[in-house]
């Protein structure tokens, strides 16, 4: 039987192929599967699932029900626990809109998260772009970190509006000036 995995990026899993990884996904699925099954038997509520095949709930929304073909067409997804990019490894089958929904804001948070952390402790030498609030003027700044415990944090004319640049060095000169 011919299928496709559609995890968020092309890295096969775990250094696994597909090949591999897909009777891993099936015995999850029917894992699910039969909780959900059980759960609806357990309530009297069993009649409520089309009989004849096995049926995947999607554990984050609840709003979506699968077939174990839903595998191959890319609707029923295996999200990564922490994110892939976290170095995190596949954990459960979810519904495609909220691997999509947890990659753009979960991950991304979280890997926005550790590189700040890495910046912080020194194990990335970029600078960092941070958003600066000078007397309610908003503009943007790469902060350098200088040694061990300082830090430099200097505005930068590419990404600011020059009136914006202008107004925060005047309310910083006014502070300088009233000490
Ligand atoms: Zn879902």
């Not at 909220?98 to 990659?103: D, E, L």
């Not at 503009?139 to 944090?153: K, M, W």
Request: glycine content about 8%; charged content about 25%.
């Amino acid at each position: 039987m011919p299928f496709k995995i559609v995890p968020r990026d092309s890295a096969s899993d775990e250094g696994s192929g597909e090949t591999v990884a897909r009777p891993r996904y099936v015995k999850w699925f029917q894992l699910g599967a039969g909780t959900l099954r059980a759960v609806l038997r357990e309530r009297r509520l069993e009649d409520r699932l089309p009989s004849g095949e096995d049926w995947y709930v999607c554990p984050l929304c609840l709003d979506s029900m699968f077939t174990v073909e839903e595998l191959d067409t890319g609707e029923l997804t295996v999200e990564h626990v922490p994110p892939r990019s976290l170095g995190g490894h596949a954990m459960v089958l979810t519904c495609r809109r909220c691997n999509n929904y947890a990659g753009s804001r979960w991950d991304a948070q979280a890997y926005r998260r550790r590189q700040f952390h890495e910046y912080l402790t020194g194990q990335s030498g970029r600078a960092e772009t941070v958003t600066l609030d000078i007397g309610g003027v908003i503009t943007r700044a790469e902060l350098h970190l200088t040694g061990t415990s300082g830090f430099l944090i200097a505005e930068t004319p590419k990404i600011n509006n020059p009136a914006n640049l202008a107004a925060s060095a005047a309310h910083l000169d006014a502070r300088a000036a009233a000490r």
